[in-house]
C-alpha cells in the first residue's frame, strides 16, 4: 500500500501530494489521527485529504485509515525482515513487537470460531458433570498449561496441569468419559503429548489439542484449535508461540466464564482477590 502511495504521488495534485508525503512519513499517525489533524499538519483543507484517499482507490478516509491501519500492524517494514546484529535497541523493538502483533492478527483473521465453540461446549459438560479438566504441555507450552489451570482456578473450575511427560502419560490414564484434557503444543510432534492424547481418547475422554495446522496432534484430539505461527528463531517465535497459545486459553476461559453465568462467578472472583489483598503487605 505505501510503495503503491509513493509510485502515485508525481500524478497527484500539488495539495494531495503533501498529503501523501504526511502517510509515507508517518503512516502510524495518520491511521490514527483525526481528519482535522491531518489537514493541519500536511498544510491543506479537509476535503483535500478525503479527495486523496478517493484518488488512492478507497471509499473515502475511514476505509483508507483502516486499510493503512492493517498494513502498519503487519509491521511494516519490519515484519519480513529478521533481527540483524547491526540493529540498534529501537530498531529490536519494533520489529519484535510487530512481528508478534502480526502473528496475532493473523491468528484473529484465521480463527475458526466453530472450533472454539466446540472447544467451550466440551468443556462446559465436563464443568456440569464434575469431570476431571486437565492441561497439557512441554517445554514453553508446560508455561501455557499452568497458566490455563490459574484462569480456571479463578473461574471456581477446578483443573490440573502437568509439563512432566509421564505425569501425563499417567494422568492420560485415569481419565475416563465426561473429563477433558487440552493438549498445548506448538509443533505438534512431542512423542510424550502425542502418547497422552492417544491414551485419552482410548479411554473416552475428550481431546482439545491447541498446536499448528497438519502436526500429528492435530490429528490425534476431538477438537483442534489451530494456532498455526512457523518455528523461526530470527523472528522469536517461541516466545511469539507461547503468547499465542496464551491467547487462546484467554478466549476459551472467557467464553466459558459467559457460559457459566456471572450470578456466581462474580462474587466468587471478588472473594479471591479480597483473600489475595489480604495477604500483600502494607
Keep these: 500500500m505505501l510503495d503503491r502511495i509513493k509510485a502515485s504521488l508525481p500524478s497527484l ?4 501530494q503533501r498529503v501523501g508525503k504526511l502517510v509515507l512519513l508517518d ?20 476535503p483535500t485529504v478525503v479527495r486523496f484517499c478517493r484518488s488512492m482507490g478507497y471509499d473515502g478516509l475511514s476505509d483508507f485509515k483502516l486499510k493503512l491501519a492493517g498494513t502498519v500492524s503487519e509491521g511494516v517494514p519490519f515484519i519480513h525482515r529478521s533481527v540483524d546484529v547491526d540493529d ?3 530498531d529490536v523493538l519494533v520489529k519484535v ?3 508478534t502483533v502480526a502473528a496475532f492478527l493473523k491468528y484473529r483473521n484465521d480463527a475458526s470460531t466453530h472450533a472454539v465453540e466446540k472447544a467451550v461446549d466440551a468443556l462446559l459438560a465436563t464443568y456440569k458433570k464434575r469431570g476431571r479438566i486437565e492441561f497439557f504441555g512441554a517445554g514453553n507450552s508446560g508455561i501455557v498449561a499452568q497458566d490455563a489451570q490459574h484462569k480456571f482456578f479463578r473461574l471456581g473450575i477446578n483443573a490440573i496441569a502437568y509439563s512432566d511427560g509421564h505425569m501425563q502419560v499417567m494422568s492420560a490414564s485415569l481419565l475416563g468419559p465426561g473429563d477433558c484434557v487440552v493438549i498445548i503444543s506448538n509443533s505438534g510432534r512431542t512423542r510424550d503429548l502425542m502418547d497422552a492424547a492417544d491414551i485419552a481418547r482410548k479411554h473416552g475422554a ?4 491447541i498446536t499448528t495446522s497438519g502436526s500429528p496432534l492435530a490429528q490425534a484430539g476431538h477438537i483442534h484449535l489451530a494456532a498455526d505461527h512457523p518455528e523461526g528463531y530470527d ?3 517461541p516466545m511469539t508461540s507461547r503468547l499465542m497459545h496464551l491467547m487462546v486459553i484467554d478466549v476459551v476461559a472467557t467464553c466459558l466464564a459467559l457460559r457459566i453465568g456471572g450470578s456466581t462467578l462474580q462474587p466468587l472472583l471478588k472473594e479471591m482477590k479480597n483473600n489475595l489483598r489480604s495477604k500483600r503487605y502494607a
Design 88 to 90: 540498534k535497541v529501537s
Design 13 to 16: 495534485a500539488p495539495a494531495e
Design 97 to 99: 513487537i510487530d512481528n
Design 235 to 237: 523472528r522469536y517465535s
Design 206 to 209: 475428550t481431546v482439545i489439542v
Design 27 to 46: 503512516p502510524r499517525s495518520f491511521a490514527s489521527l483525526p481528519v482535522s489533524t491531518l489537514a493541519d499538519r500536511a498544510h491543506v483543507s479537509k
